[in-house]
């Protein structure tokens, strides 16, 4: 047999003590083995037999049986040796680390080492590494011979410098060298003046040049490098096709140059002779491209298209001028001998297309040259400029680099959208530079699609060009956040986009740039804005977020409460100076204007002149006083060791020097001055600031170029006892009601009782009452049990005891725990709030919070109806099953059976949502059509009904109600458009249905996170105010109606310091509504005249047309009663001396006529339609008829109110932080910011109790007076 790999291993490796096998030499003879070979043997051949094998040295040979097969082993002999070579045992510490560590020699015996690229350790692999594949090598090696071509071609120039042939004996190598100068050749001159007149060429002057010897040997020097140079670079850049290699135009320009130098060292007789070097500028042209490309690639810069592109053109254009000079001033020295300028110059002449004609070749191989230059030219240049104006365009719209030199001496921030609309850019940058500290800052917008035109337009305006820059390109890319210099960038603003059909899809890409910016600058502060609740979290490590869909719901969810609370916001949020609508010729156009200018500003009490007086006092003292001496007013403050803010902390608060104030104000503290009346400079005393109407503070506020001047009159201390209000008298009687108390400097407990908190005591022990007398489901205090999405603020809220089953929350359809199918059937004392969504999102959650907080009387809540186009989800409905008096039902606000069966007849407001589906439309700003178009049929339908609806787009607000003869509208248009020229932010501010309340935009509060970069305290401060965050000590936002009885406290002023020393209740404005004449031509009426007696007499009517007292509108009515009148005077030939006022009444009653019965024509299809549903119709009130509620409920859009005069309209707006000397009007609803009934804990009893008694009886009043 044969031995296998391993047996020639076992032979290798055994030792002399190793026992060996013999074997006889013959086939199937038994083998003779040591006893210590025979175990290794059986393992290797399964015969059991063995080649020869030396035999171990041992005292007794092994006996082996010839008849048998197999091995005899003497055992007595393997005991010997086992024993005589047994080692003694480790100690048992040397056997722990064995166990542990294992066997490190035979680990180390069986590790193989292995060396990695062995491919590159060959002669060809490292100069391929050294020439080509390492950067700087490389480099070097580029740099290197681009200055050798340019050597060349400099060393040409010295040769056409110095050679004269005008006075050149250099002739062909048979003559030149062996005639001497005066010998057998002609003068050259001769020979020159010859070929001129006779148009011969001089073949000889071509073809031979007289090169001096130095600069032949250093042409043949650089012409042996390039030469191996380029063999090295052809060798280590083989790949299979030599032919490939050999016709590039590269090689051959090398060995054209180069290979005829390498002859003239081996044959002498040729060193005069012509080599175009020149031509090694292309081949320096090509080595700067490769240096160029290199010094990029070391480092890290690729977007360098545009650089390489241009330094190509220029070097080609160099190339061009360089090569047609040289070639024709060698061409010309069989010709009319030019020189080196004079090529050049003629070379920029041809190629300018000038062509002056001075200077031209004579010989026709240089006019040849002339010729080919052009059209290589004509080819070249163009696909040159071709491809640079391509990467120019690509450049414009990937907006290019925004330079570090740049990012390090100048302040920018970064503004990345997924697409940038020309609203979004414009409301960002008039906020973001409304600042004077942002003056200077630089805006780079990073967005991955392209420019559209307008934003393009826009962009191109001198105002935004110097201070815009446009990067197309992706936040999730680190070259294009590198563009951006984001890791340099002041701030980081992140906008979703909220026109996606799939916002939730939209929020996952705000996730991932938020992340992606986070890693890429962990130091860049960022502001986030997210369109759904439930992915808040995901960014919560960013610095100022803001939840689109939070804000939302909760801020319509208080326009149900407290009117116009959205207003009262978006004002607040949006950064102006107040002089919207001062040229108007309306006063409440020029008091809303002014008083939106109000923001909210900060300032340590210990810098401030507003408050630093007022350190140690209490908070109500100095917000009531700061009031009444500087017209600011002071809503929060936040300790030094606090970071939360408390709004309205009350009058235990004791002020600090190191407390941050928080006040309401034109401007901020730093830009005001003070002026003081003269009087108190002359030491003149001044009456009491309430001791008559011609004493009130002066408190007028100038806002000029950022400075507010503020005169301040001389009061006297608030604790004088004279200084008392007057009412006036009661019921015609001598009678009077005592003056305000002052506002005490530290607060006596006894004296300070919220409102609410006494009001709502009695409720908590109690259970519910229905109208029927007998006992309803009971409520409780407690924080919802299960919030729908992580992130929810925990907010204390009135609960049921139980949670109800999600069958009882269908309104419209009974179960077994309840048979009501109606909102009548319920019977509820308050009227119905009703939402109508597209879907139950998470969002919505934020819509119940706040009504149902616990600050909230539990005997005002409202019923609230869910009216919604898909059914809500389980997960949903968990979420409020906990709270009271909340229902939902399927349905649109486009049906009017649904709208019948959620009860709107019995509701007060409904809230129209904006719907995700159609936020997105084919043309831009239709996306609101339908919503609008649905909201005109509502309240045609249900008058008496406020709505509050959500547009997508803020500019089509003036649809809502919209009037084609409205004169007034148009009116307000037209103010609109000179407000927003004049670079207003509040532009809409005017229209009818934004200062009232109703129509709301969620892209207006975009600029709370534009302002948030100055003021860092705005989006905790307007979550305060909504409700949306509840901090223990802060207080809230509520309303309150001012009342006949309240007409006496006169003034503004007055009420603050009712407030401040009665309840602790800091109001900081009035929602004021107010009749306004409009003429006829302003309501919203058809009549039909026939349109041959309009035209007939139109000449008369305009001749004895009558002008209206108002500025803006003409009188219609006198119209109207002339055409009756001359109408009557044909049918009635006996009322020819009918007086005016007769016609007018007769026009009157007709158009009452004409509206009642189209009125009545609507009221009768909603009362059929309720009778087809089964549905009482008791209910319905006729829309002839409207309450004085209902007139008030309407004042929203200036819509006719009162049906005996058509003359009469209402409107409505807000004045935030109004003067103090603002007269109070009926039905004047006050801001309040309420503080925390939690906070404040009654001390005595007996007050206690008697105030608990006079609201349970005020509230079982208000109940009765509600009652459906």
């Not at 810069?301 to 160099?318: E, G, H, K, P």
């Not at 959650?845 to 005997?859: Q, S, T």
């Not at 305290?1017 to 309303?1039: E, K, N, W």
Request: overall charge negative; proline content about 5%.
């Amino acid at each position: 047999m044969q031995l296998t790999q391993e047996d020639d291993f076992i032979e290798e490796d055994s030792t002399p003590t190793t026992a060996a096998l013999q074997s006889d030499g013959s086939a199937g003879s038994p083998a003779k083995m040591c006893s210590e070979c025979y175990v290794n043997q059986s393992f290797v051949n399964d015969d059991g037999t063995m080649n020869s094998h030396k035999p171990h040295s041992s005292p007794a040979p092994l006996q082996t049986n010839s008849n048998s097969s197999g091995v005899i082993l003497d055992i007595s002999t393997l005991q010997m040796e086992e024993q005589e070579s047994e080692v003694p045992p480790l100690p048992l510490r040397f056997r722990f680390r064995d166990l542990l560590l294992g066997d490190q020699s035979f680990q180390n015996d069986d590790r193989v080492q292995v060396e990695f690229y062995v491919n590159e350790n060959t002669f060809k692999e490292r100069l391929k590494l050294f020439f080509i594949k390492n950067q700087r090598s490389s480099l070097r090696i580029r740099v290197f011979n681009f200055c050798l071509k340019l050597l060349t071609c400099l060393l040409y120039i010295i040769r056409v410098v110095t050679d004269n042939p005008g006075q050149s004996t250099v002739a062909s190598p048979s003559a030149g060298q062996q005639n001497a100068p005066g010998g057998n050749n002609k003068c050259v001159d001769c020979q020159w003046n010859g070929s001129v007149q006779d148009r011969e060429i001089n073949w000889e002057l071509i073809f031979w040049v007289d090169r001096k010897v130095p600069v032949w040997a250093i042409q043949v020097i650089v012409a042996i490098i390039s030469f191996l140079e380029t063999m090295l670079l052809m060798y280590l850049s083989y790949k299979g096709n030599l032919w490939e290699q050999i016709f590039q135009v590269s090689y051959l320009l090398e060995m054209i140059n180069t290979v005829p130098f390498i002859i003239t060292i081996f044959w002498p007789s040729i060193r005069n002779i012509f080599i175009p070097v020149f031509l090694n500028c292309w081949l320096a042209k090509c080595a700067l491209e490769n240096m160029i490309n290199d010094v990029h690639r070391a480092i890290q810069r690729t977007n360098s298209a545009m650089f390489n592109q241009v330094l190509i053109l220029i070097c080609t254009l160099l190339c061009l001028v360089f090569t047609g000079t040289c070639g024709i001033q060698h061409l010309e020295r069989a010709g009319k001998n030019l020189s080196l300028f004079n090529s050049f110059y003629f070379c920029i002449v041809t190629f300018s297309t000038v062509g002056f004609g001075d200077v031209t070749p004579r010989i026709w191989p240089s006019q040849l040259l002339v010729v080919i230059m052009i059209c290589v030219a004509l080819v070249v240049l163009p696909l040159q400029f071709e491809e640079l104006i391509y990467l120019w365009m690509e450049r414009q719209k990937s907006g290019g680099n925004y330079s570090r030199h740049r990012a390090q001496t100048e302040k920018h921030v970064v503004l990345c959208v997924s697409a940038l609309k020309i609203d979004l850019l414009m409301d960002f940058l008039n906020e973001f530079y409304a600042h004077p500290r942002l003056q200077d800052y630089y805006v780079v917008i990073l967005c991955p699609s392209e420019m559209d035109l307008q934003v393009r337009r826009v962009l191109q305006i001198p105002l935004w060009s110097q201070r815009v820059i446009y990067l197309q390109g992706s936040v999730l890319k680190d070259q294009d956040l590198l563009r951006a210099k984001m890791d340099d960038a002041e701030a980081c603003f992140i906008l979703s986009s909220r026109n996606e059909v799939d916002r939730m899809a939209a929020d996952h890409q705000t996730i991932l740039r938020a992340w992606a910016v986070k890693d890429f600058a962990p130091n860049c502060p960022l502001y986030v804005q997210i369109l759904k609740p439930e992915n808040k979290f995901h960014v919560k490590f960013a610095d100022h977020v803001v939840c689109e869909e939070e804000f939302k719901y909760a801020m319509l969810a208080l326009n149900c409460v407290c009117p116009a609370t959205s207003t009262l916001v978006t004002l607040l949020v949006h950064t102006s100076r107040g002089r919207e609508g001062q040229q108007s010729p309306e006063h409440w156009q020029r008091m809303y204007g002014c008083c939106s200018g109000n923001e909210v500003y900060h300032i340590r009490l210990c810098d401030s002149k507003f408050f630093g007086e007022y350190n140690g006092k209490s908070f109500t003292y100095a917000s009531f006083h700061a009031h009444k001496k500087y017209g600011v007013c002071l809503i929060g403050i936040k300790r030094e060791d606090n970071k939360s803010i408390l709004l309205n902390p009350g009058p235990r608060h004791i002020m600090a020097a190191t407390d941050t104030c928080y006040y309401i104000n034109i401007t901020k503290e730093e830009n005001s001055a003070f002026i003081f009346n003269q009087e108190e400079r002359k030491g003149r005393p001044v009456g009491g600031i309430y001791d008559g109407p011609s004493q009130l503070p002066v408190h007028s506020i100038i806002a000029s170029m950022g400075t507010v001047a503020m005169d301040l009159q001389n009061t006297s201390p608030p604790d004088v006892s004279g200084d008392k209000l007057v009412p006036p008298t009661v019921n015609g009687t001598g009678s009077r009601r005592p003056s305000i108390a002052p506002v005490q400097e530290i607060a006596d407990s006894s004296s300070i009782l919220p409102c609410d908190l006494l009001g709502d005591q009695s409720e908590d022990d109690s259970v519910f009452i229905d109208e029927k007398g007998h006992s309803s489901t009971e409520y409780v205090k407690g924080y919802p049990p299960n919030s729908p999405y992580i992130g929810s603020s925990p907010t204390l809220c009135h609960l049921l005891a139980e949670k109800a089953p999600f069958c009882c929350l269908r309104l419209d359809q009974g179960c077994r725990h309840n048979s009501f199918e109606d909102a009548k059937a319920y019977g509820f004392k308050n009227k119905l709030i009703i939402v109508s969504a597209e879907t139950a999102g998470n969002g919505l959650y934020n819509f119940i919070v706040p009504l149902r907080a616990y600050y909230r009387p539990r005997k005002e809540l409202n019923p609230i109806v869910l009216l919604l186009d898909n059914p809500p989800d389980n997960h949903f409905l968990e979420a409020i099953c906990c709270f009271p008096m909340v229902y939902y039902m399927a349905g649109t606000i486009d049906n009017l059976d649904s709208l019948l069966q959620c009860g709107i007849i019995y509701a007060d407001n409904l809230v129209v949502v904006d719907k995700e589906s159609t936020m997105s439309a084919e043309e831009d700003y239709m996306a609101d059509a339908k919503t609008i178009v649905n909201v005109q049929t509502m309240f045609r339908l249900f008058p008496s009904l406020s709505i509050i609806t959500e547009l997508t787009h803020p500019s089509n607000m003036r649809f809502m109600q919209f009037r084609a003869k409205d004169c007034y509208s148009l009116a307000l248009s037209k103010l609109e458009k000179k407000e927003r020229d004049k670079g207003s932010n509040l532009a809409f501010m005017f229209r009818l249905p934004f200062a009232a309340g109703r129509v709301f935009s969620i892209s207006m509060l975009d600029t709370l996170l534009y302002q948030s970069f100055v003021k860092d305290y705005m989006i905790l401060i307007a979550r305060l105010l909504l409700g949306l965050d509840t901090t223990p000590g802060s207080g809230y936002l509520c309303a309150m109606k001012v009342t006949e009885e309240d007409l006496w406290i006169s003034t503004y002023g007055r009420l603050f310091q009712k407030l401040c020393s009665s309840s602790a209740e800091i109001p900081i404005g009035i929602y004021r509504t107010e009749s306004h004449i409009f003429s006829t031509s302003e309501s919203q009426v058809s009549v039909s005249i026939d349109e041959c007696e309009d035209t007939k007499d139109r000449g008369d009517e305009s001749q004895s047309n009558d002008q209206s007292d108002h500025p803006l509108l003409r009188k219609k009515s006198m119209q109207w009663a002339r055409r009756l009148s001359k109408k009557s005077m044909r049918w009635q030939g006996t009322n020819r001396d009918s007086s005016k006022d007769h016609a007018q009444r007769i026009a009157q009653q007709r158009l009452n006529l004409y509206r009642r019965s189209e009125r009545e024509e609507l009221s009768e299809l909603v009362r059929n339609r309720m009778r087809h549903l089964g549905l009482p119709t008791s209910g319905y009130e006729d829309l002839t008829n409207l309450t004085a509620s209902d007139v008030m409920n309407r004042v929203n859009l200036g819509y006719l109110q009162d049906e005996q005069n058509d003359h009469q309209n209402t409107l409505s707006y807000v004045l935030i932080n109004p003067s103090p000397d603002t007269r109070l009007e009926l039905n004047d609803i006050v801001y309040l910011i309420r503080s925390d009934p939690l906070a404040h804990v009654p001390e005595e009893p007996p007050v206690h109790s008697s105030s608990l008694k006079e609201r349970h009886e005020s509230s079982t009043e208000t109940r009765e007076d509600t009652q459906l």
